[in-house]
Structure formats: structure tokens, C-alpha cells
């Protein structure tokens, strides 16, 4: 499918979604409109709500702390879970003693981590960054270390035949194929490191797209959660495509996927 067509579709089924938000929350379909507005206010009125906090300016404040946490916990996280999974995958006795703690860190509940984060770290940006680094470093962490385990015996083999040492084996046969599989933990990892800073700042913050959902909540204003929902779903799509700019110049020299054009 090309890639214009795809672009097509993709905006025909949110306008799709749009369409039916509107229609029920301004039609009697599904019961009284008015109750169907408290609990999912309307589109027109959530746009408004987004282009006021735009053009009055408050929301820049916020959107700046939130990028900034995502950002650091996103690359903290990412690398280091890039340099210990390659470590891991490289050292097969490291990566037996410590896999039980890895295993149990990895199970810990992450809303339960948060207030001890913020009693370390007080409530600034850093508490959000680690609750954003335990969520993001285990999904980069697991697909490198399986990306490095999955090179082929054949190719390394040869490799070794024509007399390639450890780093030039790392360069040119690990590190090619633990790039995809990194690259596709990134995508998810984004959206993580962005939930992280986001439920940081809901649990406890003084400014941030987590405290503005927070506030909105508080005062059963509808329109203000789904105002910063719907910023932050724009937010996740902005990072991922930048991400997506990065993946498409280090793997250039990747053959296309089989269906697409």
C-alpha cells in the first residue's frame, strides 16, 4: 500500500471516530444528550479548550515540563538499556546470576514505586524521570539483549573465518542486528516514558499535562481531561515520528518489508 493511501485511511477512520463522538453527544441516540456531554463533553467543545490553552499561552509552561521528563527518563533509560542489554547478551554468566533480580525488578509494580521516588527525590522533575526510566529501560533492555542473541550462527561464524575481532564483530554483526529490535522498543518505549512523567505529575506535581488532567478531574471538568488527552495523544505521535526519522536513517540500509511499497 502506498504510503499516501495509508496517510488516507488513517485520518478517514479518526474522522470516523470524531463522527460518532459527535453524534452521540449531541444526538438522543444513546439516552439524554446533556448526560452523554457530562461524561464525554463534545469534540467542538474540546477543541476550543485546546486552542484556548494555546493561544492564552498557559499550556506551554506545561507541555516544557512534561517534554522535559519524558526526554530525560526516554534517553536515560534507553541508554541504558541499550549499553547493559548488550552486556548481558555478551557475558552469558552475567546475564545468568543477575536474571532472577532482573526478572523481579521487572515485576515490581510501577505505581507502587512512584511515592518512594518522590520521598528520594522530592516532587521535581527527577522523581517523574525515574518512575519514566523503570518504565522505559525494561522494554529496551529485553528487546537488545534478544536482538544480540539472534544474530545467526552462520553469519557470525564466517564472521569469525575472515578474521573479524570482538569490535569489529560488534560493529558490523551484533550491533546491525540488535538495531531493529531496539528500534522497535523505542516506538513503544516513547509512549511509556511519556505515561511515566504523566502519572509522576497526577500523583503529585505543581505544573505538567499529568497536574492539568489532575486538576480538570478534581473538578469534574470533562472537557479539560479530554483537552489534555487529547494534547498528549498528539504529544506521543510527535515523539514516535521523530523516532521513526532516526530509525529510517541509521537502518537505511535495511531491504523494505515484504507488502510494502
Known amino acids: 500500500m502506498k504510503r499516501l493511501q495509508l496517510t488516507l485511511l488513517q485520518i478517514g477512520v479518526g474522522i470516523a471516530l470524531l463522527g460518532i463522538w459527535h453524534i452521540v453527544t449531541n444526538y438522543p ?62 557475558q552469558p554468566l552475567v546475564a545468568a546470576v543477575f536474571d532472577p533480580y532482573v526478572k523481579m525488578a521487572n515485576a515490581l509494580p510501577r505505581v507502587v514505586l ?6 528520594w527525590f522530592g516532587l521535581g522533575i527527577w522523581s517523574k524521570v525515574a518512575l519514566g526510566f523503570t518504565l522505559v529501560f525494561f522494554i529496551v533492555f529485553f528487546n537488545v539483549y534478544q536482538g544480540v542473541k539472534e544474530v545467526s550462527p552462520v553469519v557470525l561464524a564466517n564472521a569469525r573465518m575472515l578474521g573479524m575481532n570482538e569490535r569489529q564483530l560488534l560493529r558490523h554483526v551484533y550491533w546491525p542486528s540488535a538495531l531493529s529490535w531496539m528500534f522497535s522498543s523505542l516506538h513503544t518505549s516513547v509512549g511509556f516514558a511519556l505515561v511515566g512523567a504523566v502519572v509522576g505529575e497526577y500523583l503529585g506535581s505543581a505544573a505538567g499535562l499529568g497536574y492539568l488532567i489532575h486538576e480538570a478531574e478534581g473538578t ?20 514516535d515520528y521523530c523516532v521513526t526519522l532516526v530509525e ?5 540500509w535495511r531491504p523494505p518489508a515484504a507488502g510494502h511499497s
Open 248 to 252: 529510517g536513517r541509521l537502518l537505511s
Open 29 to 90: 441516540l444513546l439516552g439524554d444528550v446533556k448526560t452523554a456531554r457530562f461524561f464525554f463533553s463534545t469534540p467542538l467543545d474540546v477543541t476550543e479548550r485546546i486552542w484556548k490553552l494555546f493561544v492564552s499561552g498557559s499550556i506551554w509552561k506545561h507541555l516544557w515540563i512534561t517534554l522535559s521528563e519524558t526526554m530525560l527518563a526516554f534517553v536515560i533509560g534507553s541508554g541504558a538499556g541499550i549499553v547493559i542489554g548488550f552486556w548481558f547478551a555478551r
Open 220 to 239: 469534574f471538568d470533562v472537557t479539560g481531561v479530554f483537552a489534555g488527552m487529547v494534547i498528549l495523544s498528539a504529544f506521543v505521535i510527535l515523539i
Open 114 to 119: 512512584a511515592p518512594i521516588f518522590m520521598l
